[in-house]
């Protein structure tokens, strides 16, 4: 589980360099996708559970702070259906059934998510914020597709599903059958048939279209006579921003659950941001994207809106749409704005089913096996996807989604816990220094032990490899005179592995051996430079390569 570099740049063909931006592709994406970040940010405010407004502030927010700070030219910030469920399911475990405290729970939990990025981005976490593996994401975002069209369905058809897991929800839906409203059924049907079709063309605002249509059709056909809702009216006289007033002991696990948003967000964000990248042979920077999802997420907080994050469904149809800058994203929250001010009112009439099957519609690519069809090849990924599939469906979507996170972190520590240590040996006389067990016709220099830990030390694995180290230079045959420890894998120390390197030293040193400690980065050659120098006796610390390190250690008066 590799974190997403600081700076991402594809190497591509001279003749596929970024292209420079078009001004007028940009209006025409712009004009294109606003139609469809609309009613997305609408629907997926149904799923969190919050007024429909709040959607709309996060979309408003993220296209600002992003556009401001951000480094894709295609990413398109706004609420996201996976943040949508979480928060609603972070929210109503806290509020009890209090839905002023409900929102409250949700302005906190937005404003600590922001703040997390912020202090990631500060810190340039950019390289290490991204714990959830793809295995892992992907079982758990085909999941959170299949339970987040579960409950799009029971709304559709007026039917109530207790809180609980998909499994018990198929059984209630199935009992329900009788009290099904079925003209919310078709009317859901039709928006979905003309949201395939727009789909087939792709300028055309789907979304938008089927939006306008269903606001036609329910005053025609007077929808609400059988039992069909509206949305309701969307309220975006703004407040003065403030933080919610909570107790000390609701912050504190409103911090427990940023951190899993925060995950979520960031994996879906950037993944999204990187594939995009990587496609165009684009430049972009993990740590001024934090700053910029951090900067989103704290204004939608501070206006009382949802998470924001870089969907991949909005962004590749600003990709599709042919953006070639963020302009475009611009000119889709200008083109929202003059919505909002124009024909609000008049969206407050749009039918429920119409914006579930919105959402149904953005998400039925979730559904897709064909992205898993790969990590069952191999059979660790394979039962990481089942697990996460398996977490969501049973547990529901937030423990679901921190049953995932734990996963994937167990996953790395385990990974990085089991490292072994490679003794290495020189390829065909040169200047190459390969591990002897996958090249066995390489030579090993008589008196020098050169070792190289797989993974990077740190404090599950140090003592380990250091000892197995020892062990390896006490029985080598013939005896050593010398060890080098390559440490390229290890860019910094933390303070166990410090003080193991202190009792290795001394361990060398009582058994009259040269420790040569090569390819060591600056930082973790700054810190054990600080130690006493009596430790240091007989340890050269050197950013020497290893066959630096070897010539060194066959000088005569070395």
């Given at each position: 589980?590799?974190?997403?570099?600081?700076?991402?740049?594809?190497?591509?063909?001279?003749?596929?360099s970024p292209?420079?931006?078009n001004?007028?592709?940009?209006l025409?994406?712009?004009?294109?996708?606003?139609g469809?970040?609309?009613?997305?940010a609408?629907?997926?405010?149904?799923?969190?559970?919050?007024?429909?407004?709040?959607?709309?502030?996060?979309?408003?927010?993220?296209?600002l702070?992003?556009?401001?700070l951000?480094?894709?030219?295609?990413a398109?910030?706004?609420?996201?259906?996976?943040?949508?469920?979480?928060?609603?399911?972070?929210?109503?475990?806290?509020?009890?059934?209090d839905?002023?405290?409900?929102?409250t729970?949700?302005?906190?939990?937005?404003?600590v998510?922001?703040?997390?990025?912020?202090?990631?981005?500060?810190?340039?976490?950019?390289?290490?914020?991204?714990?959830?593996?793809?295995?892992?994401?992907?079982?758990?975002?085909?999941?959170?597709?299949?339970?987040?069209?579960?409950?799009?369905?029971?709304?559709?058809?007026?039917v109530?599903?207790?809180?609980?897991?998909?499994?018990?929800f198929?059984?209630?839906?199935?009992?329900?059958?009788?009290?099904?409203?079925?003209?919310?059924?078709?009317?859901?049907?039709v928006?979905l048939?003309?949201?395939?079709v727009?789909?087939?063309?792709?300028?055309?605002?789907?979304?938008?279209?089927v939006?306008?249509l269903?606001?036609?059709?329910?005053?025609?056909?007077?929808l609400?006579a059988y039992?069909?809702?509206l949305i309701?009216?969307?309220?975006?006289s703004?407040?003065?921003?403030?933080?919610?007033?909570?107790?000390?002991?609701?912050?504190?696990?409103?911090?427990?659950?940023?951190?899993?948003?925060v995950?979520?967000?960031?994996?879906?964000?950037?993944?999204s941001?990187?594939?995009?990248?990587?496609?165009?042979?684009?430049?972009v920077?993990?740590?001024?994207?934090?700053?910029?999802?951090?900067?989103?997420?704290?204004?939608?907080?501070?206006?009382?809106?949802m998470?924001?994050?870089?969907?991949?469904?909005?962004?590749?149809?600003?990709?599709?749409a042919g953006?070639?800058?963020?302009?475009?994203?611009?000119?889709a929250?200008?083109?929202?704005?003059?919505i909002?001010l124009t024909?609000?009112?008049?969206?407050?009439?749009?039918?429920?089913?119409?914006l579930?099957?919105?959402?149904?519609?953005a998400?039925?690519?979730?559904l897709?096996?064909?992205?898993?069809?790969?990590?069952?090849?191999?059979?660790?990924?394979?039962?990481?996807?089942?697990?996460?599939?398996a977490?969501v469906?049973?547990?529901?979507?937030?423990?679901?989604?921190?049953?995932?996170?734990?996963?994937?972190?167990?996953?790395?520590?385990?990974?990085?816990?089991?490292?072994?240590i490679q003794?290495?040996?020189?390829?065909?006389?040169?200047h190459?220094?390969?591990?002897?067990?996958?090249?066995p016709?390489?030579?090993q220099?008589?008196g020098?032990?050169?070792?190289?830990?797989?993974e990077?030390?740190f404090?599950?694995?140090?003592?380990?490899?250091l000892?197995?180290?020892?062990?390896?230079?006490?029985?080598?045959?013939?005896?050593?005179?010398?060890?080098i420890?390559?440490?390229e894998?290890?860019?910094?120390?933390?303070?166990?592995?410090?003080?193991?390197?202190?009792?290795?030293?001394?361990?060398?040193?009582a058994?009259?051996?040269?420790?040569?400690?090569?390819?060591?980065?600056h930082?973790?050659?700054?810190?054990?430079?600080?130690?006493?120098?009596?430790?240091?006796?007989?340890v050269?610390?050197s950013?020497?390569s290893?066959d630096?390190a070897?010539?060194?250690?066959?000088?005569?008066?070395?």
């Amino acid at each position: 589980m590799a974190g997403a570099p600081p700076q991402l740049i594809a190497r591509v063909p001279a003749q596929l360099s970024p292209e420079a931006p078009n001004r007028w592709r940009d209006l025409l994406a712009g004009l294109s996708i606003a139609g469809l970040l609309l009613p997305e940010a609408v629907a997926y405010s149904s799923i969190a559970a919050v007024p429909p407004q709040a959607g709309v502030i996060a979309l408003f927010a993220g296209l600002l702070c992003y556009g401001l700070l951000g480094t894709s030219r295609f990413a398109i910030v706004s609420a996201t259906s996976s943040s949508a469920a979480v928060l609603a399911a972070a929210t109503a475990t806290l509020a009890n059934g209090d839905a002023g405290l409900r929102m409250t729970l949700a302005i906190g939990l937005v404003l600590v998510t922001g703040g997390f990025f912020l202090l990631a981005g500060l810190f340039k976490l950019g390289s290490v914020t991204s714990f959830i593996a793809k295995p892992v994401l992907r079982g758990f975002a085909l999941g959170l597709a299949a339970t987040i069209i579960l409950k799009q369905v029971a709304s559709i058809v007026d039917v109530h599903l207790s809180n609980g897991n998909l499994i018990r929800f198929v059984p209630q839906l199935l009992e329900q059958w009788p009290q099904w409203n079925r003209v919310g059924l078709l009317v859901a049907a039709v928006a979905l048939l003309v949201l395939w079709v727009c789909a087939r063309f792709r300028r055309v605002p789907g979304g938008l279209l089927v939006v306008a249509l269903g606001i036609a059709a329910g005053q025609w056909l007077n929808l609400q006579a059988y039992g069909v809702d509206l949305i309701g009216v969307i309220d975006l006289s703004l407040e003065v921003p403030r933080l919610p007033v909570l107790p000390f002991a609701d912050w504190l696990r409103l911090g427990e659950l940023a951190f899993a948003m925060v995950m979520i967000l960031y994996a879906e964000s950037y993944g999204s941001i990187s594939s995009f990248a990587l496609k165009h042979g684009d430049r972009v920077s993990s740590n001024r994207d934090l700053l910029a999802l951090g900067a989103a997420n704290v204004l939608s907080g501070l206006f009382h809106g949802m998470p924001a994050g870089a969907g991949y469904s909005a962004t590749s149809a600003n990709e599709a749409a042919g953006a070639s800058s963020r302009l475009a994203g611009g000119v889709a929250a200008a083109v929202v704005l003059l919505i909002v001010l124009t024909v609000l009112p008049y969206i407050a009439l749009t039918p429920e089913p119409v914006l579930a099957a919105i959402v149904i519609h953005a998400l039925a690519r979730g559904l897709s096996l064909q992205p898993l069809g790969r990590y069952f090849i191999w059979r660790r990924d394979r039962v990481l996807v089942i697990c996460a599939v398996a977490a969501v469906l049973v547990l529901g979507v937030l423990d679901g989604l921190l049953v995932a996170v734990a996963i994937s972190v167990v996953l790395m520590l385990k990974q990085m816990s089991s490292a072994d240590i490679q003794v290495l040996g020189q390829m065909g006389g040169g200047h190459d220094y390969v591990d002897v067990q996958r090249h066995p016709d390489a030579l090993q220099i008589p008196g020098v032990l050169i070792v190289r830990p797989s993974e990077a030390l740190f404090f599950a694995n140090v003592e380990r490899i250091l000892g197995g180290a020892l062990r390896l230079a006490r029985h080598a045959s013939p005896p050593v005179h010398t060890i080098i420890l390559s440490l390229e894998e290890s860019p910094d120390l933390d303070g166990t592995s410090i003080e193991a390197l202190e009792a290795f030293f001394l361990q060398v040193r009582a058994e009259d051996k040269l420790l040569i400690l090569a390819r060591l980065k600056h930082e973790a050659k700054a810190v054990l430079a600080l130690l006493p120098a009596l430790e240091l006796e007989q340890v050269v610390l050197s950013g020497l390569s290893v066959d630096g390190a070897v010539q060194q250690a066959l000088k005569p008066n070395t």
